[in-house]
Nanobody, 115 residues
Framework: QVQLVESGGGLVQAGGSLRLSCAAS????????MAWYRQAPGKQRELVAR??????TNYAGSVKGRITISRDNGNTVYLQMNSLNAEDTAVYYC??????????WGQGTQVTVSS
């Protein structure tokens, strides 16, 4: 079994910054991709950013230049979010995909940006 523990969400004013963390533990073998998704009220869950085991990154167009995904040498992925605006308000979910094709989701962490 795999556990994903997210932290770092909260309330921030527009223009501010937050850093989300997601630590994976348990039966971890060959993580392929670590990613962050978000879901705003009334909207579908969408990809924010992803990072592969080789360090390649991809970002949603709406966050490019403001948000950076990174990963430490272990099993923790980070999402540094700068210049936040009201459209960034959502529940943010960590997702880990393994080489065998299985994936796991975190419980979600709320990010609220006040204007």
């Amino acid at each position: 079994q795999v556990q994903l523990v997210e932290s770092g969400g909260g309330l921030v004013q527009a223009g501010g910054s937050l850093r989300l963390s997601c630590a994976a533990s348990g039966s971890i073998f060959s993580i392929n991709v670590m990613a962050w998704y978000r879901q705003a009220p009334g909207k579908q869950r969408e990809l924010v950013a992803r990072i592969t085991s080789g360090g390649s990154t991809n970002y949603a167009g709406s966050v490019k230049g403001r948000i950076t995904i990174s990963r430490d040498n272990g099993n923790t992925v980070y999402l540094q979010m700068n210049s936040l605006n009201a459209e960034d308000t959502a529940v943010y979910y960590c997702n880990v995909q393994f080489a065998l094709g299985t994936d796991y989701w975190g419980q979600g962490t709320q990010v609220t940006v006040s204007s």
